[in-house]
């Protein structure tokens, strides 16, 4: 049995179906759940953007597991043909097996369960949780394309939150629209003065912030 050291970040692979997917997790002291993340489009575990949300994350006693939705051959092949990123039911089955891995460990299998997508990551997170309806509690998608769930959204029962730039205007309109779609408990919450990634000054901290209070509030609560 593996033993995890809490506060302390652990590199750990996830099996999948034909390959292995490089992951770190980190176990806070007085954990009360654990948030699984799902990368955008050219990103990974080591994103700093969704590094610093799992700090945040952490300090609020949630355990955090940001690993790569691709192989490294993968995601070469995606950087010059495209190929993974808008495959929403490809990245989605990752996340499954993902939080399958969670529900084997023993330290971890009593923890409730809840997705941090980002980008593509935010569709792709919805259909997981469309799938596993009975393990996750709560979902926030950060400039997200939840739209790219499609007929998933209609099943999704986790609690959902919806957070875009205030000047990202086409993502803006593409969350209303799968917001219309969603029949779980939902919010969609724009940061104003904030463009697709969040980069201006306090903007990922606002997020930070709002995925923070969403959490404690459906994920533990």
């Not at 490089?22 to 759940?33: E, F, K, R, S």
């Amino acid at each position: 049995m593996v033993e995890f050291i809490v506060d302390t970040e652990h590199p750990i692979v996830v099996p999948v179906e034909g390959a292995h997917l490089q992951g770190i997790l980190h176990i806070p002291t007085g954990v009360q759940g654990i948030v699984i993340f799902a990368h955008g489009s050219g990103s990974g575990r080591l994103s700093p953007r969704n590094q610093y949300i799992a700090r945040v994350l952490q300090q609020a006693k949630f355990a955090t597991l940001l690993f790569d939705l691709l192989t490294q051959s993968e995601d070469e092949i995606d950087t010059q043909t495209s190929q993974y990123r808008f495959d929403i039911e490809f990245l989605a089955e990752r996340l499954v097996a993902a939080t399958n891995w969670v529900i084997k460990s023993p330290v971890l299998n009593n923890l409730p369960i809840g997705y941090f997508g980002a980008s593509t990551g935010g569709g792709a997170a919805l259909v997981a949780a469309a799938r596993l309806a009975m393990l996750v509690k709560a979902v926030v998608s950060r400039g997200g394309r939840p739209d790219l769930a499609r007929e998933s959204l209609n099943y999704v029962e986790a609690a959902t939150l919806l957070i875009v730039g205030g000047d990202d205007a086409t993502v803006i309109e593409l969350n209303k629209e799968a917001y219309t779609q969603l029949h779980c408990v939902k919010k969609m919450e724009i940061v104003y003065g904030a463009t697709h990634l969040f980069e201006e000054p306090g903007k990922m901290e606002e997020v930070a912030r709002i995925a923070n209070e969403w959490f404690r509030k459906y994920l533990v609560e």
